[in-house]
Nanobody
């Protein structure tokens, strides 16, 4: 059974940093792409970033480009999202997702992903 477990969320002041982790288990993810989405209260779930498990190709939403960095640790089956210079508008529940049929045209579409974690809360406030 596939499991994605997020961790690392919390409360941080504007300008601060957090590092989210997504631990994946239950299958081999070599052909998968792993993404981070987020959902703020009253808003739709939105794409944040994506990385291919077997390459260094990454994608970012324009709103986080230059501030967030996605990476993977294949030995630990974990994907990280380093978030720097956090802003109040980054406040949301952050979800990890995995998909085997992700291509450039659907990379930002949450419906294209097969597996989801339970989410971790990120709050940015002074």
């Amino acid at each position: 059974q596939v499991q994605l477990v997020e961790s690392g969320g919390g409360l941080v002041q504007p300008g601060g940093s957090l590092r989210l982790s997504c631990a994946a288990s239950g299958r081999t993810f070599n052909s998968y792409k792993i993404a981070w989405f987020r959902q703020a209260p009253g808003k739709e779930r939105e794409f944040v970033s994506n990385i291919a498990w077997n390459s260094q190709i990454t994608y970012y939403a324009d709103s986080v480009k230059g501030r967030f960095t996605i990476s993977r640790d294949s030995a630990k089956n974990t994907v990280h999202l380093q978030m720097n210079n956090l802003k109040p508008e980054d406040t949301a529940i952050y979800y990890c997702a995995a998909g085997s049929r992700i291509i450039t045209s659907n990379i930002r579409n949450s419906n294209a992903y097969d597996y989801w974690g339970q989410g971790t809360q990120v709050s940015v406030s002074s």
